[in-house]
């Protein structure tokens, strides 16, 4: 029965593998000081004996020479899901390792993504590996100042992802995981490693998922684009319709994928009528009246207004007179007498 299961993640030469040994006793897992990852997929053993309860999952190198690729991903979460009960998830580093690991903060992200429980953390620790048993007396007493130099870094980078300020502390432990050597101290701290793991709940399977290994989330925008045309009383109105993608990635950096148009639709508005052009027409009328004393000549002036209407029909207005004019001619008679006897009349 086991009793004691746990996950080992961490970079390439950090020596899970051979801490994986250590902690189960019997050397299964592929150990070599080549620089590149010899895990190439998730594996899980259990112990002999006295370590019969014990299980442990070895892992490929995260972020590793080779890149971790999705699949190397995909494959570990699968075999969580297949392998039910685990407890503690361990992360590793190297103890001779000078500066604070750049990766760690994406292992964390990927952690949080494949872990999404907010109370995950409570089932992490952290293990120093290579902690020769060999090394000076001083040398070694410097782990307090790894653990006060680390330990803040880890905790703010798993607060800032959490989101849970309540975070304060990390199981931490030291360990030289050269199967030849079992100095007393390690097997001590691998004692009180296995302890942890014991008293921790389980971790729910059905919650871990597979995450994309640099992608840490991906938002898919839309947008919306309208452009309007008018014919006439009729708008006719095009609306389009795009998305893209927004990928942020574990170093905070962010990049978008092109616009693409995956849907479009078209419809006409029927406009008011209104009046687009006015102009003025005019005409006029002429009228001429006899009498027997004069003649009359009558001059009227007339407009109106046309007005062209957005439907493209026309409206005219009525004539209205807006200026007269009369003259008048009177008629005078002229007799004239003639040679002949005959007679005549001009009009002046």
């Not at 990852?37 to 020479?65: H, M, R, Y």
């Not at 964390?108 to 993504?113: D, E, G």
């Not at 030849?180 to 793991?197: F, G």
């Not at 009525?318 to 005078?332: A, L, N, P, Q, V």
Request: hydrophobic share 30%; glycine share 6%; aromatic share 10%.
């Amino acid at each position: 029965m086991i009793n004691a299961s746990l996950i080992l993640l961490g970079e390439t030469g950090n020596g899970k593998s051979s801490l994986g040994n250590f902690i189960l006793n019997k050397q299964v897992f592929s150990v070599s000081d080549n620089p590149e990852s010899e895990t190439k997929e998730t594996k899980g053993e259990k112990g002999d004996g006295d370590n019969a309860g014990i299980f442990v999952i070895d892992t490929p190198g995260l972020q590793d020479a080779e890149g971790t690729d999705r699949q190397h991903l995909i494959q570990m979460v699968e075999y969580i899901k297949s392998h039910p009960g685990l407890q503690g998830i361990i992360l590793v580093f190297n103890y001779h390792q000078d500066r604070f690991p750049l990766n760690v903060k994406t292992i964390i992200q990927l952690l949080c993504n494949m872990f999404p429980c907010p109370t995950i953390w409570s089932n992490v620790a952290l293990v120093w590996t290579k902690y020769y048993y060999f090394l000076p007396k001083e040398v070694k007493q410097q782990k307090e100042v790894k653990i006060r130099r680390y330990l803040p870094e880890v905790l703010d980078l798993v607060r800032a992802t959490n989101g849970d300020p309540n975070i304060n502390s990390f199981p931490t432990f030291f360990i030289d995981s050269d199967f030849e050597q079992k100095d007393l101290h390690s097997c001590e701290e691998v004692n009180r490693l296995i302890a942890w793991v014991h008293q921790l709940d389980p971790i729910d399977e059905k919650k871990v998922r597979v995450v994309d290994p640099v992608i840490k989330e991906t938002v898919e925008e839309k947008d919306e684009r309208t452009t309007t045309t008018i014919e006439g009383n009729v708008e006719h109105i095009k609306i389009e319709y795009f998305k893209r993608k927004k990928q942020i990635y574990y170093d905070g950096s962010i990049s978008y994928t092109d616009w693409i148009k995956y849907n479009e639709k078209n419809k006409d508005k029927l406009l008011p009528k209104e009046v687009i052009e006015t102009h003025m027409d005019r005409k006029k009328e002429e009228n001429y009246k006899k009498t027997p004393d004069c003649e009359i000549h009558q001059i009227d002036w007339y407009e109106r207004t046309i007005n062209v209407l957005n439907d493209g029909t026309v409206e005219y207005g009525e004539w209205r007179k807006y200026d007269s004019k009369t003259e008048t001619t009177r008629i005078k008679t002229v007799y004239k007498s003639g040679g002949g006897g005959g007679g005549g009349c001009d009009i002046l």
